[in-house]
Each structure stands twice: as C-alpha cells, then as structure tokens.
C-alpha cells in the first residue's frame, strides 16, 4: 500500500479544509501517479473535491462513520478495519491513502512507500503529517528536480518503509 501528499517543510498538508498551495505540476503528479488504481481517503477529502464526485478512472474508497452517507461512485467503508478488508482484494501497489490528516495516521502502520510533494516554505497548516525524515521507520529512496509553480518551489520524493510500524 502508498500514500501520496503534499506537505511543507514542518510536514503540513492542509489549512481551513484545503490544500497548502495551488500547484498545477503536484496535481499533475497526482492524477498520473494515482490514475488507474485504487484511492483511499475520509469523507471530508471526498467533499473538498469539485461538487464532491469521486476521482476519475480511479476505485474511490471512502472512509466515514456516518451510516446515511452514500455518496454516488465510491465504496464505502465504516472503519480502518472494514477497508483493511475490502482493500485485501486489491493489489498492494495499486492502493494509494490520500488524505485527510486522520486517514493518513491510521494507514500509514500499513504503507510501503510515500510518494511526497515536498513544498519548500512553512504554511502555517492546521493539519500535518508524521515526519518521515526524522522516522527510523523511513528513508527517502528518492528525490525529483527542484520545480516552481506560481513562486512556490517544490520538489517529487518518494520514501520507503525499511522498518515495519511497532
């Protein structure tokens, strides 16, 4: 299993509901690397996309522990066990988490690599991510060329887990 995510150089990832930055070459990234397979996310993840409809040419799981929400176009699932279920019948490497912060916690014990838009800069996020650079559990297998979308620079680094989660 994966995830991919874009957080700040303190490892935050969102602020007020919403992404850090706007940055056309993460979403691109994004929709490229995750086309095809299988996305996890919580419901509020779900809600802050466009009119909220699910990805396209992706399997949307959401996560939510509200029993009356049935959105059209995902599979829903009631708790980490409940998806940890469903997700068995999908190949590992074709599963990315892709947010919110809590959905991140609770499935990064069960990821093997981070795909990680590092954004260079502190956004004053409200919500952060664990940080891989200072986990014995991670290392960073690789890092992309320096980019700039609208002043922002940012860089594509992927982390391995070399340390299963205690």
């Known amino acids: 299993m994966n995830l991919i995510v874009a ?3 303190c ?3 969102g ?3 919403g992404l850090l930055a706007h940055l056309p070459g993460d979403m691109k990234y994004f929709r490229t690397t995750t086309k095809g397979k299988t996305v996890v996310m919580g419901r509020r993840t779900l809600e ?12 949307n799981i959401v996560l939510t522990k509200n029993r009356e929400y049935r959105p059209e ?8 066990e409940e998806a940890l279920g469903l997700l068995s019948r999908y190949e590992p490497e074709d599963i990315f988490i892709i947010g ?7 499935f990064l014990p069960y990821c093997k690599k981070a795909y990680v838009t590092h954004i ?3 956004f004053r996020a409200d919500t952060d991510f664990p940080n891989l650079d200072a986990s014995e559990e991670w290392k960073l297998a ?5 980019q700039e979308d609208g002043g922002i620079s940012y860089e594509f680094r992927i982390y391995e887990r070399i340390k299963e989660a205690e």
């Open 142 to 146: 690789s890092a992309g060329e320096r």
């Open 48 to 59: 802050s996309f466009p009119e909220g409809k699910p990805l396209k040419n992706r399997t």
């Open 120 to 122: 260079y800069g502190d």
């Open 7 to 9: 957080a700040d150089e």
């Open 11 to 13: 490892w935050g990832i």
């Open 73 to 80: 176009g995902v599979i829903i699932c009631h708790d980490r």
């Open 100 to 106: 919110g912060g809590m959905i991140y916690r609770e």
């Open 15 to 17: 602020k007020n509901g």
